[in-house]
T-cell receptor
Framework: DAKTTQPPSMDCAEGRAANLPCNHS???????VYWYRQIHSQGPQYIIH???NNETNEMASLIITEDRKSSTLILPHATLRDTAVYYC????????????FGKGTKLSVKP | SQTIHQWPATLVQPVGSPLSLECTVE??????LYWYRQAAGRGLQLLFY??????ISSEVPQNLSASRPQDRQFILSSKKLLLSDSGFYLC??????????????FGNGTRLTVT
């Protein structure tokens, strides 16, 4: 599965949009882009995923560039509860099944 | 809506003791079920997955085993724990096989410390 690169940390003011970038320049055609987040001592929480098209759900929006080499997760109105580590994953669900979470981005939402 | 329950949240066990971690899913039928272990600051290692009752696939040979006695119940076990079994164990489910772009939904995990 493709390796992803994310900034180690970001700050966002409460109520503002949080835009979290992810680079996956070696992504292959059958790999989906997934975003999860994890609050300390809890299991990862699924946020959103996509293959080629931009996606939106009740939690966030996912913007994938046309060449699929990068994506951005957008939390439209960040709250203090959105403070977490966010992981971008390129995954084809291959036979090994391991999820390479990397180090993610520590998002701190500040009042 | 679907929910996943995993217990206990924390567990301290001596070396050589048995282990049983349980996971149940509600609100869905015939889910794909998974056991992962997460090492600190690292990714998730798939231990076992199951596509149906009694069907278990093991990804890594080790001191652990898994069983699926009911459609929505997944159990992780060990007969004799090792120090190296310490870690954060996560149960997850997905509605479809991951090859089809199905996301995983995780439980809150069990922090296991083997002393």
């Amino acid at each position: 599965d493709a390796k992803t690169t994310q900034p180690p940390s970001m700050d966002c003011a409460e109520g503002r949009a949080a835009n979290l970038p992810c680079n996956h320049s070696t992504i292959s055609g059958n790999e989906y882009v997934y975003w999860y987040r994890q609050i300390h001592s809890q299991g990862p929480q699924y946020i959103i995923h996509g293959l080629k098209n931009n996606e939106t759900n009740e939690m966030a929006s996912l913007i994938i560039t046309e060449d699929r080499k990068s994506s951005t997760l957008i939390l439209p109105h960040a709250t203090l509860r959105d403070t977490a580590v966010y992981y971008c994953i390129a995954d084809s669900g291959g036979s090994q099944g391991n999820l390479i979470f990397g180090k993610g981005t520590k998002l701190s939402v500040k009042p | 809506s679907q929910t996943i329950h995993q217990w206990p949240a924390t567990l301290v066990q001596p070396v050589g003791s048995p282990l049983s971690l349980e996971c149940t899913v509600e609100g869905t039928s015939n889910p794909n079920l998974y056991w992962y272990r997460q090492a600190a600051g690292r990714g998730l290692q798939l231990l076992f997955y199951s596509v149906g009752i009694g069907q278990i696939s093991s990804e890594v040979p080790q001191n652990l085993s898994a069983s699926r006695p009911q459609d929505r119940q997944f159990i992780l076990s060990s007969k004799k724990l090792l120090l190296s079994d310490s870690g954060f164990y996560l149960c997850a489910w997905s509605p479809l096989v991951r090859l089809l772009g199905s996301p995983l939904h995780f439980g809150n995990g069990t922090r296991l410390t083997v002393t």
